[in-house]
Each structure stands twice: as C-alpha cells, then as structure tokens.
C-alpha cells in the first residue's frame, strides 16, 4: 500500500471540515426558509416557552429570581451569534435587595455610571422601547460570571419613582 503524503492528509481534513461547515449552514438556511424567517435575523427565544413566562425562564436565561410582587413585566430575547435576554419589570422598593442577590450582579450599585453595553447598544434597546438615556436617576451595576455558563449581565433601575422602581436588565452569553 502506498504510503499517502502528510499535506494530502491535512488538505483531505479542511476539506472534509469545509463541506461540514456549508452542510450546517444550508441546513440552518433551508429551517429559515420554511419558518418564513430571515438567515441572519434574530431568533424570538422565548417562542420556544409558549406564550407564558415561567418564573423557571427568568433564574436560568434572564440570571435573577422575580420579586413576588414585581409587575408590568415584559421580556424578549434574541439568539444569533449570542443569546441575549432582555427584561424590564416594576418593583417595590423593598424588593431591591431581594432582586439584587439573585442577579449575577452585586452591590455597591452605582449612582454615577451606567453600564457600559446597554449605553453602547441604546438602538438595540429601542427596539423594546427602552429609553435608558433619559435616565437621571439610577442605580446600576454589572458582572461577568464563568460558572456554571459564561454570561455577562447588566442592571440599571430607575429610582425617579420612589414608591416604585422600574428595573432594566440584559443578561447575554
């Protein structure tokens, strides 16, 4: 048997990877195509839950435990090259704390500065109708966590109401 050169072999695995590669993306186009869908747009995420929100979705996606009595919750995620969950609930002031130790974010809040992928993405959050610029009077902070997956999350809560707290996160991958 002849013995096959080294270069053939490795030109024969990039190929062969190659073909892979274009097989997943034809697949992932050809499921686009038949959902009606857009390749490259976002994918709505929380489709795959049905019409209701488990209070289970928001500790494993969105990183934090719902307060009891939190309310006009509203929530959406996209998935495309990262998955990002976004989140926008009114709480009682009482319950900041609460939230807070649940998220992946910790204290002392900042008063001074918001964090700095949600004022670099304020288009992608007017899609939600989230107007964070507006902003004056706040408490934010973000973290980065590796385990058990890696996610970066960021919180700002607007204090301009002090009977009621309207609290902004994203929390992506």
């Given amino acids: 048997m002849p013995k096959v050169p080294k270069s053939c072999l490795i030109l024969g695995s990039i190929v062969l990877l190659l073909f892979v590669c274009l097989g997943i993306a034809y697949m992932k186009l050809w499921d686009s195509i038949i959902r009606g869908g857009d390749f490259f747009g976002y994918v709505d995420c929380l489709e795959k839950s049905g019409s209701a929100i ?94 058990p997956l890696r996610r970066h999350q960021s919180i700002l809560i607007d204090t301009s109401n002090p009977s009621e707290y309207i609290v902004y996160v994203v929390t992506f991958d």
Avoid at 70 to 90: P, W
Avoid at 103 to 132: A, I, N
Wanted: hydrophobic share 40%; proline share 6%; charged share 20%.
């Fill in 54 to 147: 488990s209070p289970k979705w928001f500790e494993d996606f969105a990183g934090f435990a719902v307060p009891p009595n939190a309310h006009n919750i509203s929530a959406s995620c996209a998935e495309f090259q990262d998955y990002v969950a976004y989140v926008r609930l009114t709480i009682d002031p009482n319950d900041l704390n609460r939230l807070i130790a649940s998220s992946f974010v910790k204290t002392p809040l900042s008063s001074t500065e918001k964090p700095f992928d949600m004022t670099t993405r304020y288009s992608d959050l007017h899609r939600f109708g989230w107007d964070l610029e507006a902003i004056s009077s706040y408490l934010a902070g973000e973290a980065d966590v590796a385990k």
